[in-house]
């Protein structure tokens, strides 16, 4: 298997080991909440539109569109929810706001894997599919900084690891890996971000509770 990666590697051209690149960069910065992630999502995402295009996986180019305009969204949110002293604060969503997402993904999933296995040459459109819905929703929760986020991407990449790997995309399907690695450095980190931030509003809540007493 490594001998594979290092092979690719010597052949590979110089778009995808920059997309792989800015894309760890990406997630290392955005584990830290430092909004400069959002610029190394756009230079990752557009490279790889082009390249899933040329993999003939579809919905994942169209994905990568989706990560390109999601980079800006992302980068204006983290903006204008914080100030000079504090970042925007990490939340956590409803268990029925989840359920609902996951039942329109699967929806979704499934009439795109239809489309695409009836009228055109993807490969695995339903898979695909699957990981391209859910992976919105994920790249959504990320721009708000919902803390549910990373159960989600734990999911997407163990499933997009075997899809790049089978389509012959090793150093993109490393990246994955190593994403899944990552993932639970990132879901700690925001935990303690979010208590911390719990933290300080009750103790700047605590003269006005005084007050009341």
Same mark, same amino acid.
């Given at each position: +298997? /490594? @001998?594979?990666?290092?092979? @690719?590697?010597?052949?590979?051209?110089?778009?995808? =080991? =920059?997309?792989? =690149?800015?894309?760890?960069?990406?997630? #290392?910065?955005?584990?830290?909440?430092?909004?400069?992630?959002?610029?190394?999502?756009? $230079?990752?995402?557009? $490279?790889?539109?082009?390249?899933? $295009?040329?993999?003939?996986?579809?919905?994942?180019?169209? &994905?990568?569109?989706?990560?390109?305009? +999601?980079? #800006?969204?992302?980068?204006?949110?983290?903006?204008? #929810?914080?100030?000079?002293?504090?970042?925007?604060?990490?939340?956590?969503?409803? /268990?029925?706001?989840?359920?609902?997402?996951?039942?329109?993904?699967?929806?979704? !999933?499934?009439? !795109?894997?239809?489309? &695409?296995?009836?009228?055109?040459?993807?490969?695995?459109?339903?898979? %695909?599919?699957?990981?391209?819905?859910?992976?919105?929703? #994920?790249?959504?929760?990320?721009?708000?900084?919902?803390?549910?986020?990373?159960?989600?991407?734990?999911?997407?990449?163990?499933?997009?690891?075997?899809?790049?790997?089978?389509? %012959?995309?090793? *150093?993109? !399907? &490393? *990246?994955?890996? $190593?994403?899944? =690695? *990552?993932?639970?450095?990132?879901?700690?980190?925001?935990?303690?971000? +979010?208590?911390? @931030?719990?933290?300080?509003?009750?103790?700047? *809540?605590?003269?006005?509770?005084? @007050?009341?007493?």
């Amino acid at each position: +298997m /490594l @001998q594979q990666i290092f092979e @690719q590697a010597e052949a590979q051209s110089w778009p995808e =080991i =920059i997309a792989v =690149i800015t894309a760890v960069l990406y997630l #290392g910065f955005a584990i830290r909440e430092k909004i400069v992630c959002w610029i190394f999502a756009a $230079i990752s995402t557009a $490279i790889y539109a082009w390249l899933f $295009i040329e993999a003939r996986l579809y919905m994942e180019s169209a &994905l990568n569109v989706f990560y390109f305009i +999601m980079a #800006g969204y992302g980068w204006y949110v983290w903006t204008s #929810g914080s100030d000079n002293s504090h970042k925007r604060p990490i939340v956590v969503w409803p /268990l029925k706001v989840h359920l609902i997402a996951i039942s329109v993904a699967l929806l979704l !999933s499934a009439a !795109s894997g239809y489309g &695409l296995s009836t009228y055109s040459d993807a490969e695995f459109p339903y898979i %695909d599919s699957l990981t391209t819905w859910f992976a919105i929703w #994920g790249t959504f929760l990320v721009a708000r900084k919902v803390l549910e986020n990373w159960w989600y991407w734990l999911a997407i990449d163990i499933t997009s690891v075997f899809i790049y790997w089978s389509r %012959d995309l090793q *150093l993109t !399907s &490393l *990246l994955f890996v $190593i994403y899944i =690695i *990552l993932i639970p450095i990132g879901l700690i980190s925001w935990t303690r971000s +979010m208590r911390a @931030q719990k933290h300080v509003e009750i103790r700047s *809540l605590s003269p006005y509770l005084q @007050q009341g007493s």
